[in-house]
C-alpha cells in the first residue's frame, strides 16, 4: 500500500515539493509541446530527476538500517565497559 507516512520519512518537505512542481511541469509540458521530439528531451529531463529521488530513498532507507546497526554496536560496546 502507498502511505504517505512512509515517504514523508525519507524525504522531507522541499524534497517533496521539488518531486510535486517537477511532475506537474512534465505534465505541462506534455500538454504544451505535445507528442513531438522535443518531447525526448523532457523525458530524460523527467527520468533524471526521478533517478535522483530514488538514490536519496535508497540512500535514506541504507543511513537508517546503518545507524540501527551502529547503535546496537554501540550499546553493546557500553555493556561491555559497564561488565569490568
Request: charged share 25%; aromatic share 10%.
Amino acid at each position: 500500500m502507498f502511505h504517505i507516512s512512509k515517504i514523508t520519512k525519507h524525504f522531507g518537505t522541499g524534497s517533496l515539493a521539488v518531486i510535486i512542481i517537477t511532475f506537474v511541469l512534465f505534465a505541462v509540458a506534455l500538454f504544451v509541446k505535445g507528442f513531438t521530439h522535443d518531447l525526448l528531451i523532457e523525458v530524460a529531463i523527467f527520468l533524471v530527476s526521478v533517478k535522483l529521488i530514488l538514490m536519496t530513498y535508497s540512500n535514506s532507507v541504507a543511513s537508517k538500517k546503518l545507524e540501527k546497526k551502529l547503535d546496537a554496536i554501540d550499546e553493546k560496546i557500553e555493556q561491555l565497559l559497564e561488565k569490568k
